[in-house]
């Protein structure tokens, strides 16, 4: 075989296949060609730069990854353990990039199995790693074991069991410009209640309630039958019910109970119970009038002056003979009765009641309750 000599230049325009391809090598020298020509198999061609004693500077590359012609990288040409490694940053021992992943696999598959979200890996006291719960650092700027203390929550942060603020900033602004003439007044005691002293706005100040006059009952309600008395010209029976005193009344509506008071003031309404003497069926009912005298009106206290008659509620008598019912009535017929008046009350049983129950009612109790 003729000596392989070095070819410069070729292959900067075209590929060749070094298996089919031939050359034809010219042996020269400065004046010229002085051997050959000779032709060549391709593939015993290597390209490099020829030296002084004939020879070849670099290897002729007639494959790369086992392709030819203009070779680019392709997938799967490098493998990890032909990629070198620079380990400066992460301090694995590896100088390729295949020793690299077999090290990060080696440290995680130590690594416990992740609990919970929130978790963070650190060392227990044996220095393995471990998932932990974030830990609290402090509370309300303090560490060790906190207690709450006042001023640790504003009451906006505060809701009740439905989602409701406490109280709101605004809320608690406007309850801080509440001047003193709009609280309640300091002092008082046991018993007394808050009156309006004037006509001012807030004058608020403690004062003791006024009895009921004519004897019995209070600011919040006056026996009607303590102390009452029968009309003369048309008196209830009067009777005793298991030692106790009672006033019975006839079907026919006339008789007539009287009670006299100073009025406390304030909106009134009347509990009437009773009970039937011998009806079992039928319907009861009651009235009430009022006849009220400022002192130093003109007019004469023997006259009679009843407003408009205040009725009951109908109740149905009970179907025993006996047995207790009770009758209510709302006082809005008061003739324009004032706190501190005289008043004269008048009790009758209601004969315009549907059903009247055909018989007598005994009149048990009879109490005037204020708001």
């Known amino acids: 075989m003729p000596d392989i000599k070095p070819i410069t230049g070729y292959g900067q325009t075209g590929g060749y296949n070094p298996e089919t391809d031939y050359f034809v090598i010219v042996k020269g020298g400065v004046n010229g060609p002085n051997e050959g020509p000779v032709l060549l198999v391709a593939s015993a061609v290597q390209a ?12 002729a590359i007639t494959r790369v ?31 390729n990039v295949q020793t690299a992943i077999d090290a990060v696999a080696a440290l995680t598959g130590n690594l416990p199995a992740a609990t919970s979200e929130g978790h963070f890996l650190g060392l227990n006291g044996s220095l393995l790693p471990e998932w932990m719960e974030q830990s609290v650092v402090s509370v309300f700027g303090r560490d060790g074991v906190v207690e709450l203390q006042a001023g640790d929550v504003t009451a906006d942060l505060v809701t009740d ?18 001047s003193g003439a709009r609280q309640m ?57 298991a030692d106790t005193g009672v006033w019975s009344f006839s079907q026919s509506g006339a008789d007539e109970l009287r009670r006299k008071f100073r ?57 025993t003979a006996g047995h207790m019912a009770e009758a209510s009535i709302t006082v809005s017929n008061t003739d324009s ?19 009247n129950a055909a018989g007598a009612l005994a009149l048990h109790t009879a109490t005037m309750l204020f708001a």
């Not at 069991?161 to 509440?178: S, W």
Request: aromatic letters at 8%.
């Open 263 to 319: 009025w406390p003031g304030g909106a009134a309404t009347v509990k009437i119970q009773f009970a039937s003497e011998g009806p079992t069926s039928g319907n009861g009912a009651w009235t009430v009038a009022i006849m009220a005298l400022t002192p130093g009106d003109a007019a004469a206290i023997a006259t009679d002056s009843f407003d408009t008659a205040n009725t009951s509620n109908t109740v149905a008598v009970p179907g």
């Open 337 to 355: 009765v004032a706190a501190g008046d005289y008043v004269r009350v008048q009790i009758k049983r209601h004969t315009g009641v549907a059903s």
């Open 48 to 59: 490099g730069t020829g030296d002084s004693s004939g020879g070849v500077v670099g290897g």
């Open 185 to 241: 007044p300091a002092g008082g005691t046991t018993g007394q209640v808050a009156t309006k002293a004037s006509g001012d706005d807030y004058d608020i100040v403690w004062a003791t309630p006024e009895a009921g006059g004519g004897g019995g009952g209070s600011l919040s309600q006056i026996d009607l039958l303590d102390g009452a008395t029968p009309k003369a010209s048309a008196p209830p029976t009067f009777k005793w019910v």
């Open 65 to 95: 990854f086992g392709r030819i012609g203009d070779i680019t990288a392709e997938f799967g040409d490098y493998t990890a353990a032909l990629t070198s490694y620079d380990n400066a940053s992460s301090g694995l021992n590896a100088a």
């Open 161 to 178: 069991a439905n989602g409701f603020v406490i109280m709101t900033d605004a809320e608690r602004t406007k309850l801080a410009t509440l």
